[in-house]
């Protein structure tokens, strides 16, 4: 089992950027598929990105990378939008560190969540 804890986020004006970090507890981090979803108000929550593979809205402007020393998913964040508003999610599943998934029931761990408001 894994416990995610997500930070980075916060109120940035449109065209600014944000790193998000997801810390993964356990001593396996680099056995898990990590992905990185959201959830704006009123919608389902949705794939953003994971390994190098990223929704078409976001791609060109958001990173992901992942640092199996520290335990750590980064989701790099740049030229960020009003309609990039909401709780960004990373999530983990214990499939190997390239067998992403983009359907969030396939993830069973979730991080609490980190809003990430952008202001026009």
């Known amino acids: 089992q894994v416990q995610l804890v997500e930070s980075g986020g916060g109120l940035v004006q449109a065209g600014g950027s944000l790193r998000l970090s997801c810390a993964a507890s356990g001593r396996t981090f680099s056995s898990y598929a990590m992905g990185w979803f959201r959830q704006a108000p009123g919608k389902e929550r949705e794939f953003v990105a994971a390994?190098?593979y990223y929704t078409d809205s976001v791609k060109g402007r958001f990173t992901v990378s992942r640092d199996n020393a520290k335990n750590t998913v980064y989701l790099q964040m740049n030229s960020l939008k009003p309609e990039d508003t909401a709780v960004y999610y990373c999530?983990?599943?214990?499939?190997?560190?390239?067998?992403?998934?983009?359907?969030?029931?396939?993830?069973?761990?979730w991080g609490q969540g980190t809003q990430v408001t952008v202001s026009s």
């Open positions: 390994s190098t």
């Open positions: 999530a983990a599943r214990r499939t190997g560190s390239n067998w992403f998934s983009v359907r969030s029931v396939e993830y069973p761990y």
